[in-house]
C-alpha cells in the first residue's frame, strides 16, 4: 500500500494528501489497487504544512492528481453494521455539537 502524508496549511485552511512513498514505480490514486478497491483506509498521519505548498493557493490548482488530492471533507464518528463501507449494511452515526 502506498504511504500517504495528510497535510493542513493553517494560513488558507486547505487539506491535502500526498503520496509520500509508491508502493510501485508509478503507483498513485488513480492507479494503486489499494485506493480504487472503494474500502475503508485508516487516517493517515497529519502534518502542519510548513515549507510545503498549498496545491489549491500556491501552485493554482495545477497538480499532480495521481500524487496529490485536495481533502474536501473529514468526517468523524463510527458505523453501526456489519462492516465499514458504504455498501456494507448499517447505519452511520456522525458525532455532531448542538
Request: glycine letters at 10%; charged letters at 20%.
Amino acid at each position: 500500500m502506498c504511504l500517504v502524508t495528510h497535510y493542513r496549511d493553517f494560513h488558507c485552511g486547505h487539506r491535502w494528501a500526498t503520496i509520500a512513498m509508491p508502493c510501485y514505480p508509478g503507483m498513485g490514486f488513480d492507479t494503486c489497487p489499494e485506493f480504487v478497491d472503494g474500502q475503508v483506509k485508516p487516517l493517515p498521519p497529519r502534518l502542519v504544512a510548513q515549507g510545503e505548498r498549498c496545491p489549491k493557493c500556491d501552485l493554482g490548482n495545477n497538480y499532480d492528481r495521481n500524487m496529490t488530492r485536495m481533502v474536501t471533507k473529514i468526517r468523524y464518528g463510527f458505523r453501526w453494521g456489519l462492516g465499514p463501507n458504504a455498501t456494507d449494511p448499517g447505519c452511520d452515526i456522525a458525532c455532531c455539537v448542538m
